[in-house]
């Protein structure tokens, strides 16, 4: 009999299903045994923590208990109670660790392997790795018809990058198909009618793929925005003051993208300026409404955002091209896009926890910007099990040698060690806290320059750094960039091309980057962002509806947050010669070389 059946027998109550011992009697018990005997025990203590509904404890339990001290039919029992409680709790990481014994040398069943695979896949999807996720889950399609997870794998595949999708459309004929019904909803998103033209073509065409029989949920509710497509939007910018240089890039982007769209013969929304330093926003949203407009765009200004934040309701569905200051936004039709480094900082923090490091070092300039960055990368880290081991705030004048010293906590008497083992051509074993595994840089070119030679001059170049997108200058300069090989960083698209494993021509919105890029990197990120703007506007009505889905754009992929937060990832990219590129497969393993506890 599968194990999972003998699990679920127990599962409708909340209490114990047998008159022996109680959990903390059973734990009490186990600190006096040792290895099988004790792992037993404990797995007897998680299982009746689980029944009474005390999820976290049985967690914690079930977690620490080493797997292969357990019999093979005990593991699969410990493997489906952990995985199942784990994933009640949404704690991807030890589902993942409760389903490797999918990999151990056992037997187990059908419907066990089955349970533990869709666990598995759910799992992936929550730690961020969506490609992993959609694999595992179609290939389980695949080998078992299961059509009950078709709501999840198009959930996975919204959040796919174009090649993640073409890496992914050579598994199986399903994941083909899948792959084109996901193209397909980029493609005609904004046009629903259009978009479900396709989608009928497409099932006409494949009428016994997974999908076509049980069309996700997700794509189903699109149908009842039909005809809400957005065809006037009123843009907020201002035409003078501070803002003016970047307000200009951003309309160059809006209006290039326009027309590459009226070139493409896209469905095309009308597009009115408004000037947000003629009037105040009362007036222009009254101007707006009266000459038809569905959605607002802007303003830029972050005061003015801040305003609109503090309103229960807007008089239009607003994208505002800027966050405001509030802890949360009230405004249940406001949307906010801008080009936030916490996002930057957030996503190098799970890169990093991902790749196995848990002990950072952040190398951070000594400001206010500086300190809200690292709050963002702080928070992500330890929500992902990760510890910050050191902290340096540097004075972007000061000198790189000291910063780094005071980063590593190196001691006079390891500057006389290594100067006497330099002297005599020896090595030195390491300059600072083993506890460090990687570096966490914000810092811009010139500075980020100097540091990888300072790490390798205090016997510290093996630890890999993770830096922001402020490291690169927007322009290949092999000669300059030499010293930042092996730095791993995140950028705009746009920005690094060459990190694209299509090269150019893989790059978002095409057309519209080679009409634009001849500008100069600072203005180009502007242009992309207008360009992602006029885009994320069009999906407006979607993303009130909450089938936003991510958008997959020039300033990296975007998703809306529940909060209406615009969420951008970024482009990974890894100097070598001097120049971005693709990061190379299996970086994780760089862990292994890594300075440990």
Not at 179 to 185: E, H, M, P
Not at 197 to 222: E, F, K, T
Not at 225 to 249: D, M
Request: charged fraction near 25%; aromatic fraction near 6%.
């Amino acid at each position: 009999m599968a194990v999972s059946a003998m699990l679920l027998a127990g599962c409708a109550g909340q209490s114990p299903i047998s008159s022996g011992p109680g959990a903390q009697a059973l734990l009490a018990q186990a600190e006096q045994q040792q290895g099988k005997q004790a792992s037993s025990t404990r797995l007897r203590a998680a299982d009746i923590l689980a029944r009474s509904g005390d999820n976290a404890q049985a967690i914690n339990i079930a977690a620490d208990i080493d797997p292969t001290t357990l019999d093979p039919q005990q593991r699969i029992q410990w493997a489906l109670l952990l995985s199942r409680v784990a994933l009640e709790q949404q704690d991807g990481w030890n589902t993942i660790l409760a389903t490797s014994v999918l990999d151990d040398d056992i037997q187990i069943s059908d419907d066990d392997q089955r349970t533990l695979r869709k666990r598995r896949g759910r799992a992936l999807g929550m730690v961020g790795e969506p490609l992993a996720s959609s694999q595992t889950l179609i290939a389980l399609q695949v080998d078992t018809d299961d059509l009950s997870i078709n709501d999840t794998v198009w959930e996975q595949l919204t959040r796919l990058s174009p090649d993640q999708l073409n890496q992914l459309a050579s598994a199986s004929a399903t994941a083909s198909g899948w792959v084109k019904l996901a193209r397909l909803q980029r493609r005609y998103g904004s046009d629903i009618e259009q978009m479900f033209d396709a989608i009928n073509s497409w099932s006409d065409a494949n009428p016994q793929h997974p999908a076509a029989r049980q069309m996700p949920q997700g794509i189903l509710d699109l149908r009842e925005l039909s005809g809400q497509e957005v065809r006037k939007i009123a843009v907020f910018l201002p035409e003078s003051g501070p803002l003016k240089r970047v307000a200009q890039a951003i309309r160059e982007g809006i209006e290039a993208r326009h027309r590459s769209a009226i070139d493409d013969a896209e469905a095309t929304p009308q597009l009115s300026f408004f000037d947000t330093t003629s009037a105040d926003l009362k007036t222009l949203y009254a101007r707006a409404t009266m000459e038809g407009a569905q959605v607002v765009l802007g303003p830029l200004d972050k005061d003015l955002v801040s305003q609109l934040e503090t309103q229960d309701n807007l008089p239009l569905p607003t994208l505002a091209l800027n966050y405001g200051t509030h802890d949360s936004n009230r405004a249940r039709n406001l949307f906010q896009y801008g080009l936030s480094a916490e996002d930057e900082a957030r996503q190098v923090a799970q890169r990093a926890r991902l790749d196995g490091h848990r002990g950072a070092a952040a190398l951070i300039p000594d400001n206010a910007w500086g300190q809200r960055v690292y709050e963002a990368f702080r928070e992500r880290f330890e929500q992902d099990g990760g510890d910050i081991v050191s902290i340096e705030r540097y004075n972007p004048k000061g000198a790189v040698s000291s910063a780094v010293k005071d980063l590593l906590s190196v001691s006079s008497q390891d500057q006389a060690r290594m100067k006497a083992a330099k002297t005599k051509g020896s090595k030195y074993g390491r300059a600072h806290s083993g506890k460090i595994d990687m570096i966490f840089l914000l810092a811009l070119p010139s500075y980020a320059r100097q540091v990888p030679p300072m790490l390798d001059f205090y016997y510290a170049s093996n630890l890999p750094i993770y830096a922001t997108s402020h490291v690169y200058e927007g322009t290949p300069q092999p000669r300059q960039d030499g010293d930042l090989n092996d730095v791993d960083f995140v950028d705009i698209p746009w920005e690094v091309p060459e990190a694209s494993s299509g090269g150019t021509a893989s790059l978002p919105d095409v057309d519209t980057y080679r009409a634009l890029s001849d500008a100069s990197p600072s203005m180009l990120k502007l242009n992309a962002m207008g360009v992602d703007a006029y885009r994320l506007a069009q999906r407006v009505p979607l993303m009130l509806a909450g089938a936003g889905g991510e958008l997959f754009g020039a300033t990296g992929s975007l998703y809306p947050r529940h909060d209406g937060r615009i969420q951008r990832t970024l482009q990974w990219a890894e100097f070598r010669e001097g120049v971005p590129r693709p990061p190379l497969k299996g970086t994780d393993s760089r862990t292994a070389n890594a300075y440990t506890p």
